[in-house]
T-cell receptor
Framework: GAVVSQHPSWVICKSGTSVKIECRSL??????MFWYRQFPKQSLMLMAT?????????EQGVEKDKFLINHASLTLSTLTVTSAHPEDSSFYIC??????????????????????FGPGTRLTVL | AQRVTQPEKLLSVFKGAPVELKCNYS??????LFWYVQYSRQRLQLLLR??SRESIKGFTADLNKGETSFHLKKPFAQEEDSAMYYC?????????????FGEGTQLTVNP
């Protein structure tokens, strides 16, 4: 199956510094990747959609200047948390979308793209 | 707006018993529904999606548009089914995109 990696798996940094997290699709090309954030004992919350070769699309309430996303190639997207503060401490998860084949017949044909998830990165800001 | 609700945060059953994890959704358009599973210390992985109409590891889920539900069922639970289960929704027209997740249900299958 499709594999997505993230690096680093965990990082501890001082308040005010910037941290970069990498997300790679290892055995497929992904024109679209996604970044999620997960607080302890809570669900995943979509932060932004990363599109190869174009600007990322941010969800409402997510600061684009705070969370910089770059998707320079079909297998790599990076998330940079700029000027990190303790409230940015969280579990950051990326996913990469692999294009699926169409299914159904006639008017019921649609694509079945699938998101494959990375293992996540634990960010702790002191 | 998309919304997914999983009313049970914790669910505990005995091995061999039937299990049902509830999921309700609200979305004005045509939804695509998924169940993702996260085993201990592992990444999130797709269990099944309503379009495929598959049974994976004995689990099934049927999309009920009238009740806006996509409950996950298994007739005989196994200990290895213990995990965190997330129901998720994506607009059908953008398959696999912009997933909205429910809060998750932690399933424990006791021996």
């Amino acid at each position: 199956g499709a594999v997505v990696s993230q690096h680093p798996s965990w990082v501890i940094c001082k308040s005010g510094t910037s941290v970069k997290i990498e997300c790679r699709s290892l055995d497929f090309q992904a024109t679209t990747m996604f970044w999620y954030r997960q607080f302890p004992k809570q669900s995943l919350m979509l932060m932004a959609t990363s599109n190869e070769g174009s600007k990322a699309t941010y969800e409402q309430g997510v600061e684009k200047d705070k969370f910089l996303i770059n998707h320079a190639s079909l297998t790599l997207s990076t998330l940079t948390v700029t000027s990190a503060h303790p409230e940015d401490s969280s579990f950051y998860i990326c996913s990469a979308r692999e294009s699926g084949r169409s299914t159904g017949q006639g008017a019921d044909v649609w694509n079945t793209d699938t998101q494959y998830f990375g293992p996540g990165t634990r960010l702790t800001v002191l | 707006a998309q919304r997914v609700t999983q009313p049970e945060k914790l669910l505990s059953v005995f091995k061999g018993a039937p299990v049902e994890l509830k999921c309700n959704y609200s979305y004005s358009g045509s939804p695509e529904l998924f169940w993702y599973v996260q085993y201990s210390r592992q990444r999130l992985q797709l269990l099944l999606r309503h379009i495929s109409r598959e049974s994976i590891k004995g689990f099934t889920a049927d999309l009920n548009k009238g009740e806006t539900s996509f409950h996950l069922k298994k007739p005989f639970a196994q200990e290895e089914d213990s995990a965190m289960y997330y129901c998720a929704l994506s607009p059908l027209e953008t398959s696999g995109s912009r997933l909205t997740f429910g809060e998750g249900t932690q399933l424990t299958v006791n021996p």
